[in-house]
């Protein structure tokens, strides 16, 4: 887990999705989602403060 400052904020960011947390619980809480299922939760992400900007590339 990262931590950033973001507009006065600290967040704590998952280091496997990039969204951002204002605590440090919730955040690995979704890390650790994120690790065992390659997938995030949405009762998870829900609470996302920061959410990352994601490019869609065409194979």
Not at 17 to 43: F, H, M, V
Request: some cysteine; proline content about 0%; overall charge positive.
């Amino acid at each position: 887990m990262k931590r950033s400052k973001m507009e006065g904020k600290t967040l704590f960011l998952c280091e496997e999705c990039g969204l951002g947390y204002t605590d440090r619980e919730t955040a690995q809480k979704c890390e650790d989602w994120c690790k065992k299922t390659g997938t995030c939760s949405l009762e998870i992400t829900r609470k996302a403060l920061y959410k990352r900007d994601l490019s869609v590339t065409e194979s």
